[in-house]
């Protein structure tokens, strides 16, 4: 079977993208099922729409400068088109004002939203039926864990799996999504809120450390997620 063909951006983040981007380059090709070109000239990248036909799938790392208006009208056309798309934590947070973008996350953090302490909790899932999720499991993890993510331009979204935001951890006291689907024109878009890590020494901060991306849990409903984003299908 040929290998996804992905377009990993990143190149600025309030996270920290030099670990987190080829960390999740190597998990998509170590699974034997993607290949993987990493950019951190996003915006440049994208203004290629030739090469960018190419790709089956775009997994968004990014949270930083606006793109150009060429390769944000490039990122409309093929998702819209049919390629998947992936965003991953704090991508959520980006390109405020930049409606179609908004479309196609959904759940994204604007005003109101936050999250309390890095902790460790249970993202529970909440539809065992789709196939990013049959067969998955509940897990646990340490993570960032956002609330009250603002649902822009009332675009239809599917939630797959949640996680209590707890008061005691300044959470919000409700259930909040952690895995989300939603449709923009053909591109199927899988939104992974879960994804946290600080630049700094994990020895003085512990939201420096990886072990969010080491847990398996957070491996395998990312790597199912990107898999069905692109092919609308997901292998065991």
């Not at 600025?12 to 380059?25: K, L, Q, V």
């Not at 090709?29 to 729409?49: I, Q, W, Y």
């Not at 093929?78 to 998947?84: A, E, L, Q």
């Not at 409700?174 to 890590?197: A, F, K, S």
Request: glycine share 10%.
């Amino acid at each position: 079977m040929a290998k996804i063909a992905t377009l990993l951006l990143t190149g600025a983040n309030n996270h920290d993208w030099t670990r987190s981007a080829p960390f999740c380059a190597e998990l998509l090709e170590g699974s034997g099922k993607f290949e993987v070109t990493l950019t951190d000239d996003p915006s440049t990248a994208l203004e290629n729409m030739e090469a960018l036909c190419d790709y089956t799938l775009l997994f968004s790392d990014y949270n930083g400068p606006e793109w150009s208006e060429k390769a944000k009208a490039n990122f409309e056309a093929v998702v819209r088109g049919g390629t998947g798309l992936v965003i991953l934590h704090a991508a959520d947070n980006a390109f405020k004002g930049w409606v179609e973008y908004e479309k196609m996350v959904a759940l994204l953090w604007r005003e109101g939203t936050g999250h309390g302490a890095y902790h460790e909790f249970e993202v529970k899932i909440t539809d065992n039926d789709h196939p990013i999720t049959r067969g998955l499991g509940d897990f646990r993890l340490w993570d960032e864990l956002y609330h009250k993510l603002v649902h822009m331009h009332g675009v239809p979204y599917h939630v797959l799996a949640t996680a209590w935001s707890d008061p005691e951890t300044r959470g919000s006291g409700r259930d909040e999504p952690m895995m989300v689907v939603t449709q923009y024109g053909e591109g199927r878009v899988y939104h992974h809120v879960l994804g946290h890590v600080w630049p700094g020494d994990p020895e003085a901060n512990k939201g420096c450390s990886m072990a969010t991306f080491e847990n398996p849990g957070f491996q395998k409903a990312l790597l199912r997620g990107c898999e069905w984003a692109a092919t609308g299908e997901v292998t065991d």
